[in-house]
């Protein structure tokens, strides 16, 4: 009896560990990462500009645009531009935004966190492809165009695999 128990037992543990090895095998972890909407260049002096009323109606076609797709976390630099470009996707999802700093996040850290997440990362012209680079652990892609605001990173890591899309989501200011 004692036997069978113990059989058992190791079966179950054995079949656990097999769930969990292969659902960390397929788990797939998605990156979104975007350039701040259009800032305000009215004051050449202004090292924080806010958006501008285009930047404001492209931080809401972000909304819409992320609307059916999940997201579990969503990250921006601290710049006011920033966190006005995420702020309409962030009250629509109900998700807190989380203040991160491009050029001291360890990378490998912040992967292992997110795993099998959906993010949305709220960058600059040359954080945003910066941190594409990190992500895919290659230097591939070069600094924004400063006029650039309409371009999305999508990274999936699957295992060791990274595959990055690079979509153009244009939208008609009013």
């Known amino acids: 009896m004692s036997l069978a128990i113990g059989l058992f037992i190791g079966y179950l543990i054995v079949t656990y560990a097999t769930k969990i090895s292969s659902d960390k095998k397929n788990s797939i972890t998605t990156f979104y990462l975007i350039r701040h909407a259009e800032k305000d260049r009215s004051d050449p002096n202004e090292k924080n500009p806010s958006l501008t009323s285009e930047g404001e109606a492209r931080a809401n076609h972000w909304a819409k645009y992320f609307d059916t797709i999940p997201l579990n976390s969503i990250y921006t630099t601290s710049y006011k531009r920033t966190i006005q470009t995420i702020d309409p996707v962030s009250k629509k999802k109900n998700i807190e935004p989380k203040i991160y700093s491009p050029n001291k996040i360890n990378i490998q850290d912040f992967i292992k966190t997110n795993y099998g997440k959906n993010l949305l990362i709220s960058g600059h012209s040359n954080t945003t492809p910066s941190m594409v680079n990190r992500l895919i652990n290659e230097k591939k892609y070069e600094d ?24 153009s989501v244009d939208f008609k200011a009013k």
Request: charged share 30%.
């Open 144 to 167: 924004m165009l400063d006029t650039d605001n309409k371009s999305l990173f999508v990274v999936k890591l699957i295992d060791s695999t990274a595959t990055v899309e690079v979509r």
